[in-house]
């Protein structure tokens, strides 16, 4: 499968199938990406049988190697550094390529590298996890995390070519295929209730590895996204929807300190039960709606804060989503659903609103 992002700068693909490693060469040379030398960033949680493939379709003078144990506490200008600096020593040029192959946050770090030096040269993503095949690698957001919070140092940079190969995902427990899975639900209630109802009805295919439904999953996702960031390219309106449950996430997150007992897909999906049940308290959210998201949250078993948090954690919890970056002034901005498929945008709320919400949810 193979879809073709179109945005203002360039044009890029998305391929999307089985045993594409083994292909890889010969794909970026139907893409026409001329690099004469190829920098490997991989994550050290990538199985090295698949490494290994990649690396032996390529000329061994043109291509170096850089493992990396890649967690939010790594995602920092240290280790974009540590990139930069074999790019230097290497004296590669703007015209040479940054190949990522990992999750979300290996494929963060390597574009925002890639963004950066000699002011942009080639990046090519190879997503690893179901996370980042349906959500990171598309749409050119790069970013790193600073003291203040989650992705505050960044750019937009689009990649030169996404290969999702979903033999990767053969291997991801299913904590893994959750994480990302919560990104192919928010896709399917901000954009497309025939979608919706596909995952109600096929949820457990999809966890439980089945190819065909997983890869028509991951590529209707991919769909929404490239339609939403075709439009949208750098946030300044409909692109906001996205942030479905994010604000939320992040700051839940966060709060943890990126604790591997919540991964981001978790928070996402915790993050979206809060923005269901406080779209629904302020009358934002129909009744039917309301209830036919929650009852599939519930079947994923993600509807319970007192899990993670603590009244304790609230005033926290505020602080961060204070920091989330669409906000203005001292209001906390929220994506919230009018029904589904019908994502309100720039609705902002006081601080005090939000705190008394969390209270009924945490102290339950």
Known sequence: MKLKVKTNIDDYSIIIGKNLCSKIKKIISNEKINSQKFLLVYDSKVPKRMIRSIVSRFNKKRIDEKKIVFNEKSKNLKTVSSIVKILEKKNYSRNDCLISVGGGICGDVCGFASSIFKRGLNFINVPTTLLSQVDSSIGGKTGINSLSGKNMIGSFYQPSLVVSDIDFLKSLPKKEMICGYAEILKHSLIKNKAFFKFLEKNFSKILNHNKNFLENAIYKSCLIKKEVVEKDEKEKNIRKMLNLGH??????????????GLNHGEAV???????VKFGRQKNILNKDDYERIIKHLKKLNYINLNKYFKSKDISKIIFYMKQDKKNKGNKINLILLKSLAKPILNKSFEENEIRLFLKKLINK
């Not at 700051?251 to 300190?257: D, F, N, P, Q, R």
């Not at 999906?269 to 923005?275: F, P, Y």
């Open 247 to 260: 604000t939320f996430a992040h700051a839940y997150e966060t709060t943890v300190g990126y604790n591997k």
């Open 269 to 275: 999906l915790l993050g979206i039960m809060s923005a």
